[in-house]
């Protein structure tokens, strides 16, 4: 089973479809109900679907607990951008940046490690190539971004000798509701598709019996 985060717009649907097509018993989740299930609605294959709020340990928690068995792979995509000059940001669009970016990862990984450390799972950690360069006026975005990074790399050490392994992934700009939600007016008329995206992404998440790919970016033209 594939659990995807972030499922209900952009990469997470994107690959999601991609999954579904060829046939991959799927778990899909986001906040919004309605929009997971709309996602679901236009799959080739019955998927599962649970909504829940990362940035909840509650949430965190009541997701995994609906798996039925331990997943082979978590794609983790659910993230949200906020930009802007730093005097000119709204400290509460930031704090929820931070927890959808960084508190939500930090609960995804904490309950996954708990559970899983022993099981051959592979964690696939979308983040963006704003965490691996600084970025002007992408500020609290690439603080929230190099967090997510430190983290992965950090808990990548704690991992070290057991089966689950993290996979970290740094996307460049993909013509998604990110940039709407985000607030940033912005032309994404050159940027990759979600299901461009999806599709390199798919090709690089492969595996051998002794190898993985563990660090992906993904650069647009
Ligand atoms: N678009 C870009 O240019 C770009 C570039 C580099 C990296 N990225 C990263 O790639 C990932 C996917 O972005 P995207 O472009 O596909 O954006 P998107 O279309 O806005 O999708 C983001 C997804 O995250 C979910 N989400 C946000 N906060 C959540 C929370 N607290 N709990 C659970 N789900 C949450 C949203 O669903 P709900 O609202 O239903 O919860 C949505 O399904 C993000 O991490 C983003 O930072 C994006």
Known sequence: MIVITGASSGLG????HLYSTEGKPLLITGRNAQR????????PEKVQVKQADLGKATDVEALLDSLECAPDTVIHCAGSGY???IEQQDPEAISQLIQNNVTSTIFLLRELVKRYRN???????VMSTAAQAAKAEESTYCAAKWAVRGLVESVRLELKGCPMKLIAVYPGGMATDFWKTSGKEFDTSSFMTAEEAAHMLRQALVGTEHGFVSDITINRH
């Open 13 to 16: 649907a994107a690959l999601a």
């Open 36 to 43: 997971l299930e709309n996602v679901a609605a236009n799959m």
């Open 83 to 85: 930009f802007g000059p």
């Open 119 to 125: 099981h051959k799972v592979n964690v696939v950690v």
